[in-house]
């Protein structure tokens, strides 16, 4: 065993030994999709300047924190997210009318002098012709208030507490802080300088512009002497919850700004178990039939990788948890699609092998598989690349648990890399290293080429001998999306488009007809309504608040019993435009991006044909959910986004073979070194699609809905992006190049000047 091959096993065992601690002694952070509860995204409805914002955002956070301490939820989360938006992630909160009813409110608090009652339709002073602040009591008594003598900022502590000796009930006690004790007694004071039953005896105590109590002072309290500082009480036909709301807001303090609710999603735990279980049970299956078809393709090797598979599988996942990655359901299903593309690099590796063992038969095992390293690596870096350029999108242009996914493909991207040239690398160079292995053919599994390799050497199919037919066909499927665009339309999900969309599970059967008639007799005649899985009713409406989601299930009960609510989108209008625009641009900077990555590392050429085979792979999808009336949402961006890294990486294989086999014999025809790379690279695209294939089978079939659409939509991407890497890419470079390159003369005609040099097309500037 060489150093080399020792170093990579010591750092590999390090590795391995770090993450199964991590894995033993680490719990992952679920997020709210996978444990159940309330995800709430704020807003500031006024804004000044940049600095401005930030700083009124802070210290709204602050406040809410506050808040959301006092509820007593378990674990909250409370993040600032750009300017003027605060994240808050409510666990085990599944009805979130009560939460928002005490985050979002201002929470303005004000005492204030009464100075009388005011006449009827009366709200400015005679005298001076300015605004009066005119509001009813808890009778509806209009009072007559003058300004604000002491505010919320004041108060040091708000308790609710049942006054049973006075029978006065639930109540707020409230403890001011020393200076605004004083003001207090002043107040007081002045109220009390005016006669028993007098409305100018009164102090008015608001909230939010509405006049929660205004006590008489006590007959007892002299002119100017006040009550006490220390602190007050706040009477009023408050029920138990009513005290506490009220003391929580005036204990949280006010909210510098106004904000509301631009996105809120609530999950049930159950929908969130199942996804786990359901995740997992792909995962297993998934990887284990990717185990089980590389150890039949690649023999001893594939089983060595099958190891190396199962260790990127633990240091992932380590990652993940030490990192304190929040694992979202996208993020999951991220996870699981690695690993079937973490197969990718070993099967480069060992296709690579098995060419060096074919062209030069006595070369040493070991040699080959070094060599096959060596060459595979260009390859294997450069694919990665360009995954990882997709998930950095997902990072920076998308939301909530889209960047979750963008964070997970990362991790697993270099997670695979690590695996694979380090783990796979040392697990193979031991096993070369032994003879039994070099000399059976039959068992070290690269010795001998595979099946494809086989039938293509004798085959030998003419691929591209006209080009233009290859991309005549690669239209007419564009054409055919395109269509479904256009007349069947794209069904944007409530994540780009604003609105509400619940789901409902029932205890008895409710079918479709019946809940629309229900809901129509209830007022939410507008509602979309659809089936979701195991029967549960799906709703889709525009504007609909907390009160007016509560109305609806209680409609929906009379039919159909208990009604539990398992899934609760609200997207608001202003943000749905945002989400949309952003995807937009993350598509387009995904093109932009790959074309100039590619343009740098190939011939630009190259890098056009490959971006035209992108374009093509996502107008393909997008048209085939058209077609099928799928949902376009969050989760199917993050699908979108993935087979754009999908379908870059076949091309850029290809085109890397291309530019090897170029640099050996600048004076071949390009359509002949394109031919020959195509086929050279078709078993490492077939073994490769087969790894992801398995794993989006078991994510469709046993990931519910939840995770069957966006199984779906990589199942077409990957398909799509397999053709189109090899027949629109390849030739769309051709045609490129031909139209680029000056003709050759006509045979026959002579010129008395000089000709000059025809350049080669798969020379950069070279001359033949």
């Not at 802070?58 to 989360?77: F, I, K, M």
């Not at 009366?122 to 008594?141: F, S």
């Not at 390159?741 to 006509?746: D, F």
Request: proline fraction near 4%.
């Amino acid at each position: 065993m060489t150093r080399a091959t020792t170093v990579r096993a010591v750092l590999a065992v390090a590795v391995l030994l770090v993450s199964v601690y991590i894995t033993l002694t680490m719990s992952p952070r679920l997020g709210l999709d996978l444990q159940g509860g309330t995800r709430m995204v704020l807003q500031a409805k006024d804004s000044a300047t940049v600095e401005a914002d930030r700083e009124t955002t802070d210290r709204t956070l602050e406040v809410l924190r506050q808040r959301v301490d006092s509820l007593g939820v378990a674990e909250p989360v409370l993040t600032r997210s750009g300017e003027d938006r605060i994240i808050v992630e409510l666990p085990d909160v599944q009805d979130p009318r009560q939460a928002a009813a005490v985050i979002g409110r201002t929470a303005q608090l004000s005492f204030h002098e009464v100075l009388g009652a005011a006449p009827p339709g009366t709200d400015t002073a005679p005298e001076t012709g300015e605004k009066r602040l005119i509001l009813p009591d808890e009778q509806g008594t209009q009072l007559d208030l003058g300004p604000a003598r002491l505010s919320g900022a004041g108060v040091k502590d708000a308790t609710a507490f049942f006054e049973a000796q006075q029978a006065a009930g639930w109540t707020v006690k409230l403890d001011f802080h020393k200076d605004a004790g004083k003001d207090w007694t002043k107040l007081t004071g002045e109220a009390a300088c005016h006669p028993a039953g007098d409305e100018r005896r009164r102090v008015a105590i608001v909230l939010d512009e509405k006049v929660i109590s205004s006590p008489q002072v006590d007959p007892s309290v002299g002119c100017q002497a006040g009550l006490p500082s220390g602190g007050t009480q706040i009477t009023g036909s408050f029920t138990a919850k009513d005290a506490r709301d009220l003391a929580l807001l005036i204990k949280g303090g006010a909210l510098p700004v106004p904000v509301e609710i631009v996105e809120q999603r609530t999950v049930g735990p159950t929908l969130g178990a199942a996804a786990i279980d359901a995740s997992a049970q792909a995962a297993l299956i998934g990887a284990a039939a990717t185990a089980l078809f590389i150890t039949f393709v690649y023999r001893l090797f594939g089983a060595l990788a099958a190891v190396a598979l199962a260790a990127y599988g633990v240091i992932s996942y380590a990652a993940l948890v030490g990192l304190g990655v929040t694992l979202t359901l996208p993020g999951l299903a991220g996870f699981v699609l690695a690993i079937g593309m973490a197969v990718d690099a070993n099967v480069l590796v060992f296709e690579r092998a098995r060419e060096e063992c074919q062209d030069r038969p006595t070369r040493s095992l070991r040699s080959a598989l070094t060599t096959g390293f060596q060459k595979a690596f260009s390859a294997v870096a450069d694919s990665n690349i360009t995954t990882l350029l997709a998930a950095g999108l997902l990072f920076f242009l998308g939301s909530g648990p889209v960047k979750g996914f963008g964070v997970t493909l990362a991790i697993g991207v270099i997670a695979s890399m690590f695996s694979a040239l380090v783990i796979a690398r040392a697990l193979t160079e031991i096993a070369a290293g032994s003879r039994f292995v070099s000399d059976y053919r039959g068992v070290n599994g690269i010795a001998r080429p595979g099946s494809v390799r086989t039938w293509l050497t004798r085959k030998d199919p003419q691929l591209f001998r006209k080009p233009v037919q290859w991309l005549v066909i690669s239209t007419v499927l564009v054409a055919v999306a395109v269509a479904g665009i256009v007349v069947r339309g794209v069904d944007l999900g409530v994540e780009f488009t604003g609105g509400r969309l619940v789901e409902y599970s029932t205890s008895r059967p409710v079918d479709v007809e019946t809940a629309r008639s229900t809901l129509a007799d209830a007022g939410f005649g507008d509602a979309e309504i659809t089936t979701a899985g195991d029967g549960d009713i799906s709703v889709r409406t525009g504007k609909l608040d907390n009160d007016g989601e509560y109305a609806l299930r209680t409609a929906l009960a009379t039919e159909g019993g208990e009604t539990t609510k398992v899934r609760d989108e609200l997207i608001g209008p202003s943000l749905g435009d945002e989400l949309r625009r952003n995807a937009l641009i993350a598509l387009g900077v995904a093109v932009l991006v790959q074309l100039a990555y590619l343009a740098v590392r190939f011939r630009w050429t190259f890098a056009v044909g490959s971006v035209i085979a992108m374009v093509h792979d996502v107008i393909v999808v997008v048209g085939a959910f058209a077609w099928l009336g799928r949902p376009v949402d969050g989760i199917f961006l993050a699908a979108l986004l993935t087979v754009i890294g999908y379908s870059v990486n076949d091309s850029v294989v290809v085109f890397d073979r291309v530019r090897e086999l170029w640099a050996g014999n600048r004076k071949t025809p390009l359509a002949t070194v394109a031919r020959r790379a195509v086929l050279q690279t078709v078993p490492r695209t077939v073994n490769t699609g087969m790894g992801a294939l398995f794993i989006l089978v078991a994510l469709a079939v046993l990931g519910g809905d939840s995770l069957a659409d966006f199984a779906l939509a990589l199942l077409i991407g990957i398909v799509v992006g397999t053709w189109s890497s090899v027949f629109t890419a390849v030739p769309g470079a051709l045609v490129l190049e031909r139209t680029t390159t000056a003709p050759p003369p006509v045979p026959g005609k002579s010129s008395r000047r000089a000709r000059a040099p025809r350049r080669d097309p798969l020379d950069n500037g070279a001359r033949v």
